[in-house]
């Protein structure tokens, strides 16, 4: 026999004889957990023949950042070898990938990064001694868009036996934070602006033991409290700064503290915190879904935590090209008015029903003639649908840039400005405070000037997925983005990806890992990002739940002082995230970016404080030891510990 026969699996007498140069391609790839697609034996994440930097290759597997692939060696493996890179699928598109090899969790090879049309990247990895190997993929560091990777000619050189394809480690999803008490707890944000004249309403929002009875004192002239209810509703008309005191009592006891009403030019002096159809509906969102999600945010109790805003994304309008199967008519009626499909046939019904429960609702459109998925938007029709939402009563518009790329004359900054402008000018003249939001994916540093078109907030990046490399490489994107928020003016990176999501009526569970669930909200709030939340809420587990309703959490990211957190510190695996509070306090987070456990330590110095620190931590919602020169602590992979500092400040 030939030597390399040997490579096949002999089976014989009930065992399995091994050979030497074992294909990669022959084992159990449905074992590979990866961001998008499936992989192949032979074949590209496209099913297309291995193609990497113009060379083609007749063995290996395509896969898709991220992906782990873990194979028990049994300490019986000489060397791993292969060619990677990124497949010539992906030519002229901005892929980004980093290989890397570990044997029993220690790093023996990375890649570095690689782009399309690159050549092959040999690898040549000892595994002597090694139980288990991991072959992994992650994104560059910007997205996982395209990110098609190859191991091609990949194999294993054993010495006897056979390498088994084992299933990635599952991390239990542990719930850190305790439920709340029967006593009354006052959540939400402690400030809230409304324009003089403008319809006001806001919830006052408390956790403990119903009925609850609020009371508050010191409220502007024309706004009045709904004592059961907690309802603040009305219209008040004098400038300037209400402190109310603001009082929670039930059968177990009673909670106060005041609550700032500014009357002004400003409004969202907090991040938004709702809820978005997008992600867990896509197209097929429609009025009855829109009325459960602001049931399910009342029923599970995330409405006691602050959480407020019911946003309809794209699809409640009419496809102007006729191809709409919910509409019959034409988009706008003989005045100009936008029409809704026939999801939504009482639109004015609808926000009055979410009004009804304490909650806001929010609307969308684009600048351009079209929406993303080509219904009726709103360019030259700016005056007409900005009354139509206020008359509706919507109190938030996303406004997606969509189809307007094919009306501005280029990608300047006066360009990409422009229609922001126009729907800031008439918003300004509709009796209505309504949140803006600008959608266009961070385009010309949006940052930078989205405060000064009148936004309340603005996407930096594009769409967000649930996977490690999107949100990391999103969230820890935005350091030196701080200097452009502060109330009423917010960085925002896209929605939130935990529970079950999908984009359409197929959901799945977030792919991210319980602890990069905790590094996702951990990092939204301290960036004081809007937090939307984008799963279906009526599959709400216990887990999820316990994410989205954890109040010193949820004040770091409501703190009134409005700003959004530095990077202090960072290395090739861990970072530190440090953002100012009102009370002098500081919230800080450590992160841990690598594939292992990692020690995270910062130094009171660094962080700009001294002395003795009362250190909490806000998950656990447990006091720790008090920190004289450091905090440190063990994080998990792609993990994070959030503590927040009160002591003295340089």
Known sequence: MRPFIALAIVLAAGSLVAAKDFPL???DLQKIVQGWGSTKAGRSVDNNPLRIGGKEFSSGIGTHASSRFYIELGGQARRFRAFVGVDDE??????????????DGKKLWESGILRPAMAPVPVDVKLAGVDVLLLMVTGGGDNINYDHADWASARIDMIDGVPVALSAPREEAVILTPKPGPKPRLTGPRIVGTRPGNPFI??????????????????????TLNEATGDIRGSSTIRGTARVRIVATNAEGTDERTLRIETGDQICLTPPLGWNSWNCWALSIDDAKVRAAADSVVKSGLADHGWTYINIDDAWEIKPDGSDPDATGPA???NGLIICNSKFPDMKGLTDYVHGQGL????????????????EATYGREAEDAQLWADWGFDYIKYD????????????????MKPYQVMRSVLDQVPRDIVYSLCQYGMGEVWEWGAQVGGNCWRTTGDIVDTWDSMAGIGFDQAGKEQHASPGHWNDPDMLVVGYVGWGPNLHPSRLTPNEQYTHISLWCLL????????????LDDFTLSLLTNDEVLDVNQDPLGRQARRVQSSNETQVWAKEMEDGSLAVGLFNLGELQADVEVSLETLGVSGNQRVRDLWRQQDL??????????????????VRLWGERK
Do not use: M, N
């Open 90 to 103: 992906c030519l002229g598109t901005s892929a980004t990938i980093k290989f890397l090899v570990y044997g």
């Open 25 to 27: 391609d022959k084992l």
């Open 360 to 375: 806001k609702i929010g609307i969308y459109s684009s600048p351009g003639r079209l929406t993303c998925a080509g219904y």
């Open 625 to 642: 030891e008090t920190a004289t020169e450091s905090i440190a602590h063990k994080v998990p992979r792609h993990g994070v510990v959030l």
């Open 401 to 416: 840039w969509c189809s307007y790329g094919k009306i501005a004359r280029d990608q300047s900054r006066e360009e990409l």
């Open 202 to 223: 806001h919830r006052i929002t408390a956790t403990g033991k119903r009925p609850l009875h609020f009371q508050a004192t010191g409220l502007p002239e024309g706004l």
């Open 528 to 539: 004081a990002s809007p937090l939307l939340i984008g799963c279906d809420l009526a599959r």
């Open 332 to 334: 706008r009626d003989e």
